[in-house]
C-alpha cells in the first residue's frame, strides 16, 4: 500500500449501531498516532458480496465481521483459515495485496488470552470444563479448548440437537448433558465458562443450580453487560477465580489490528476503563 493512503477498516453487521468495536480500535488508532480510520457499515446480507469486492477498492485493509454475517461470508473468502474453517464462521477479515479475501477467526484466541490474563498460570488440562451454550460462540470457545488440551468438556444447551451437532463435529471430548442437568456437570468441573446470552441485560435469567460450582474453578462469563453476572457474583462468593467477559472482546481484536495497521496493540486497564464509559 503507497505511504500516502490512510488505511481504513470497519465492522460490518446489521445492525450495527450497538458495536463497540470502534471505539475498541478508535482508542488504539490514537494511542499509537496511526493515521487510520475504524468504521461501523450497516450492510444487508443481499449486499454483502457486492460490499466486499468494493471496500479494498476504497481503502479498506480489512474489516470485522458480526451478526449476521459470520457464517455466510466464509462463501465469499478466497482463504479460509483453518480455525474458522473449524468453526464454520469469521469475524476478521483482510484484503491481502494481492487481491484475494482472507477470513480468520480470532474468537477462540481472544477467549484463551482473556483466560491466560485474568488468571496467570491457568492450564486448560487442569480438568474437565463445563460449558453452557451451544451457539457460534460456543464453538469458538470448544475449539479453543481442545486446541491448548482441555480433556473433557461438558456441554448443556436449552437445545439438544446444537450441543449433539457440536459433538458430531468435534469429536468424543465433547460430552452433551441434558439441559435438566446442567448444574451436574458443574461438579468437579476445573473450568465454567457460559457461552449463551443467559444472565445478559435485557434476556432471561440463569436459572442453572449454581451449588455445584467447586470454589477451585475458575469461572468466566463471555457476556459483559453486566460485567459481574449473577454467575460470576456467586462464583466470586465461594472463592473462585472468576473473569469477566469484557476482555474477550478485546483480545480477540488484537490479531486483526496488528494486520490492518502494523502496531500489535496493548490491552491495558485504560482501555477497559475506555470501553466500560
Not at 82 to 98: H, M, Q, S, V, W
Not at 186 to 213: W, Y
Not at 232 to 250: E, F, N, P, W, Y
Request: glycine fraction near 10%; aromatic fraction near 6%.
Amino acid at each position: 500500500m503507497s505511504t500516502n493512503v490512510i488505511p481504513l477498516a470497519g465492522v460490518i453487521g446489521s445492525p450495527i449501531a450497538h458495536s463497540k468495536s470502534p471505539r475498541l480500535h478508535g482508542y488504539w488508532l490514537k494511542k499509537y498516532g496511526i493515521p487510520g480510520h475504524y468504521v461501523p457499515l450497516h450492510v444487508n446480507s443481499d449486499d454483502l458480496e457486492d460490499v466486499l469486492k468494493t471496500m479494498p477498492r476504497m481503502g479498506f485493509v480489512g474489516a470485522n465481521v458480526t451478526i449476521p454475517h459470520k457464517e455466510h461470508v466464509l462463501t465469499f473468502a478466497d482463504v479460509v483459515t483453518d480455525r474458522a474453517a473449524l468453526i464454520g464462521a469469521a469475524n476478521t477479515l483482510i484484503f491481502r495485496e494481492d487481491g484475494k479475501l482472507l477470513a480468520d477467526n480470532t474468537d477462540g484466541y481472544g477467549f484463551i488470552e482473556n483466560l491466560r490474563q485474568g488468571v496467570p498460570g491457568w492450564s486448560a488440562d487442569a480438568g474437565p470444563a463445563a460449558v453452557i451454550g451451544a451457539g457460534g460462540a460456543a464453538r469458538a470457545v470448544v475449539s479453543a479448548l481442545i486446541e491448548v488440551g482441555c480433556p473433557e468438556i461438558r456441554l448443556a444447551n436449552r437445545t439438544k440437537a446444537r450441543s449433539e451437532a457440536l459433538r458430531q463435529e468435534f469429536g468424543t471430548k465433547i460430552q452433551v448433558i441434558d439441559w435438566v442437568q446442567a448444574g451436574n456437570m458443574l461438579e468437579g468441573a476445573a473450568l465454567v465458562v457460559n457461552t449463551s446470552s443467559l444472565g445478559m441485560e435485557g434476556k432471561a435469567e440463569m436459572r442453572i443450580p449454581l451449588d455445584g460450582i467447586s470454589p477451585d474453578a475458575v469461572v468466566t462469563d463471555l457476556v459483559y453487560t453486566p460485567l459481574e453476572t449473577k454467575l460470576l457474583a456467586h462464583a466470586r462468593s465461594i472463592g473462585c477465580r472468576t473473569v469477566d467477559g469484557l476482555g474477550m472482546l478485546l483480545y480477540q481484536a488484537v490479531p486483526g489490528f496488528e494486520r490492518w495497521f502494523g502496531t500489535r496493540p496493548e490491552v491495558d486497564d485504560a482501555l477497559r476503563e475506555t470501553m466500560l464509559k
